[in-house]
């Protein structure tokens, strides 16, 4: 009897165990609703108001006074930049011990390639063309956050840039929406994991929405004037691919787009966020960027603005503070409704909720200690930061670099420069943990090869007074590597430039060394395509290693002497000029295309037409061929896919990487279609005469278009399906698509 009764309550036990156990994310989330319900009932409208407002830290990261008061009132309903574990827990224990509701504090940070171990800039990851590098990178940039007491970053940055005046292409991924969209949704996963309310992992932020990387004239926080069908086909589907990948928040942006800024735009915002894309998180607008809506016209005073701001949709005000302010005024004139202010509400405590906030509200202070710049870290760096990297030219198979070279002159203003590879956005990196180039080349050679380093000039600046001692540098080596390009503060926000062109004299210096006669390669570290037209056309070997991250120039010297051998792509289209800018390889066809035996067509007179290097351009040390191509059919019906096929083959001497690129062209279609739209793309490693079978699936999702009724669907006709190594290496089949 008693053990049939201890069978029973072990089963019963064992069920109760099974049935939390297979507690489903929907139930869940069921049990967040009913918790986000009871506590909304219990708050007062200022508390509710509080919780809609986000205040910045100091610049060393601690919070002031007012934090403090505000947070034992229950008015703070997130910060950002305050991290530190110690600083976290204070301010958090006086909101969640002191307050009212206790409701926890959401501490947020830029932490966009890294926090203290520093991976390459968004747009060198996107040079992989691997999405599982820029996840491995932002894992590790979650656990060292999560140590520091932060639980939010404010990234992915995917915003679509096809201008490289403006400074902030650095911080995304480039020109291309189906890249830009892999790599979303790659970060995305890699901040929050499986789920976010676990340790290590944090929640992430799908930036800036929408249209800010097409600013007028690449200046920053410009006015954007995008249609709709741009809209939905180039800038929207990487924050799509966010929301699918189930990204927590989104940040609401600085542009005007079509006459309703970003921020206050209820189209975006609501219609499309919400209602189309079921998105359940909450919109954090950018730093007083509700505010700043008087500026835009848009809004006539503070009051307007809140109202405007909120009632399109965004939740959280970032720095300005019209929500609190304004919003019981608002409220008793009908400006706002409850239901406005509740939902909002809402939506940032479903999240706090998600977030396990509410039952972790503090911080471990012992993870710090051991968190930052693991050796397990630092070589992931290492590893993504030369995956990252693109080998432009090699003539004369002057690179890879012999490693029983007697002499190497190191020259140039970055080459011993350990702030430009952190790139901007550098969270708490520091410049003393960056490896520069000249030390990552010491750290290669042999002790017999001489390093002669010289910095030559400055990045900017007229003084050529450095070339006699660069020049002499060179003369007195086998071979000269010169390191130009952009000072860290050339890049990122409020950094747009009117010109491309190497800064100060740096062209001037290259041109004195490559006068030497010595085989040269030119190392490119800068965070947005340059115009180099002259070094394209005289220096046989070029590098562009991007902003490389703290690892980078020991990542650098890999690559430079063979151990790893390059095999990054470019994700944007580098001009020839920046009177060419925007150029970019997925543009629409003209009725007049470039021809060059024709004088009445598309292109300048005094350019050629094309680029200085195509969008998904990369050279390698060993050589690649694609043959075999098909597709599993010539003919398909409108909700049919087809499978193409194609081999890879490593036809050099050494093992590399390449990109197998898969690009569509509808060629006649209710609205115009771009000349190639990348549909797929896989990075593959291959042994010296090793062939590898690459397979893509071109299914409805991926040949629909966005069409003139504005509804996303395949449109029969006939298809272009191309594929190889670069947007201009193409083999190219037909595809039919039969209306049946
Ligand atoms: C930037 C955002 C950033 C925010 C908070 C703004 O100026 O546009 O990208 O997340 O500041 O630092």
């Not at 995917?158 to 292409?169: E, F, L, M």
């Not at 009724?709 to 190219?732: A, D, H, N, Y």
């Amino acid at each position: 009897m008693k053990a049939t009764r201890s069978l029973y309550v072990s089963v019963v036990i064992l069920l109760l165990v099974f049935s939390t156990l297979a507690v489903k994310p929907a139930q869940q989330h069921l049990d967040v609703e009913a918790r986000v319900n009871a506590l909304l009932a219990k708050m007062t409208l200022e508390e509710k108001l509080g919780q809609l407002q986000q205040l910045d830290g100091e610049g060393n990261g601690t919070f002031r006074p007012e934090h403090l008061e505000l947070a034992r009132k229950g008015l703070l309903g997130s910060t950002l930049n305050v991290r530190g574990a110690k600083q976290v827990n204070q301010l958090q224990h006086v909101a969640v011990d002191e307050s009212r509701l206790k409701i926890p504090i959401l501490f947020g940070f830029d932490v966009i390639h890294g926090y203290r171990t520093i991976f390459p800039i968004p747009l060198a990851q996107a040079s992989s063309w691997d999405p599982a590098a820029a996840e491995r990178a932002s894992s590790i940039a979650a656990k060292e956050t999560y140590a520091t007491g932060l639980r939010w970053t404010f990234a992915p940055m995917v915003d679509i840039a096809r201008d490289p005046r403006w400074g902030r292409i650095t911080e995304g991924a480039g020109e291309d929406p189906y890249l830009g969209s892999a790599f979303a949704r790659a970060q995305v996963n890699g901040f929050q994991g499986p789920n976010y309310n676990t340790a290590n992992r944090i929640l992430a932020c799908a930036k800036h929405y929408v249209g800010y990387g097409a600013a007028e004239g690449g200046r920053d926080y410009n006015t954007t004037e995008i249609s709709e069908n741009t809209l939905r086909s180039v800038y929207l589907p990487p924050f799509k691919a966010a929301v699918d990948a189930g990204v927590g928040t989104f940040m609401s942006a600085f542009n005007d787009l079509n006459g309703v800024p970003t921020s206050a735009n209820h189209f975006t915002l609501t219609t499309i966020l919400r209602d189309e894309w079921k998105f359940e998180g909450f919109v954090v607008s950018d730093y007083t960027a509700v505010k700043e809506l008087i500026n835009h016209g848009y809004a006539a005073n503070d009051a307007d603005a809140a109202q405007k701001s909120l009632s399109a949709g965004v939740d959280m005000e970032m720095v300005s503070r019209t929500f609190n302010q304004y919003g019981p005024t608002l409220l008793k004139e009908g400006r706002l409704s409850q239901k406005e202010i509740d939902e909002a509400v809402r939506r940032i405590l479903r999240i706090k909720f998600r977030l396990g906030l509410f039952d972790h509200p503090f911080a471990d202070e012992t993870l710090e200690q051991n968190a930052f710049l693991n050796a397990d870290s630092r070589a992931a760096a290492r590893e993504i930061a030369a995956k990252s990297m693109v080998l432009l030219k090699n003539d004369n198979n002057t690179l890879p670099l012999n490693k029983n070279v007697s002499s190497i002159a190191v020259i140039g203003p970055l080459a011993d420069d350990n702030r430009a590879p952190l790139g901007w956005w550098s969270g708490d990196g520091k410049e003393a943990d960056t490896i520069t180039p000249l030390q990552g080349l010491k750290n290669k050679v042999s002790p017999q090869t001489k390093i002669n380093y010289a910095k030559g000039c400055e990045v900017t600046g007229d003084s050529r007074a450095a070339f006699t001692e660069a020049v002499e540098a060179a003369n007195n080596s086998e071979v000269a590597v010169v390191f130009v390009g952009e000072a860290k503060e050339m890049v990122g926000e409020a950094a747009s430039r009117s010109t491309l062109n190497l800064p100060g004299v740096q062209m001037d210096l290259v041109k004195a060394i490559h006068a030497t006669g010595k085989p040269t390669v030119v190392v490119l570290v800068n965070g947005r395509p340059p115009t180099i037209g002259w070094i394209v056309d005289n220096v046989p070997a070029i590098l562009e290693s991007w902003m490389g991250g703290t690892e980078s120039g020991n990542a650098i010297a890999d690559i430079l002497f063979g151990d790893v051998n390059p095999g990054g792509k470019l994700p944007v289209t580098f001009p020839r000029d920046v009177g060419q800018v925007p150029i970019y390889y997925n543009h629409m066809n003209t009725g007049r295309p470039p021809d060059p035996a024709s004088r009445y067509n598309s292109k300048y007179q005094d350019l050629p037409s094309t680029p200085q290097f195509p969008f998904g351009f990369g050279l390698s040390y060993t050589r690649f061929e694609i043959s075999n191509v098909q597709l599993s059919a010539d003919r398909i019906p409108v909700n049919g896919s087809v499978k193409v096929t194609l081999d890879v083959k490593n036809v050099g001497h050494r093992a590399g990487d390449e990109v197998a690129q898969l690009y569509i062209r509808d060629v006649a279609a209710s609205v115009t279609r771009p000349v190639k739209e990348l549909k797929g793309f896989q990075r593959v490693s291959l042994q010296p005469g090793e062939t590898k079978r690459v397979e893509f699936t071109l299914d409805p999702d991926r040949l629909s278009i966005w069409n003139s009724e504005m509804k996303f669907v395949v449109e029969p006709g006939e298809f272009k399906v191309m594929v190889g190594t670069s947007s201009e290496q193409l083999i190219e089949k037909t595809l039919t698509v039969e209306r049946r």
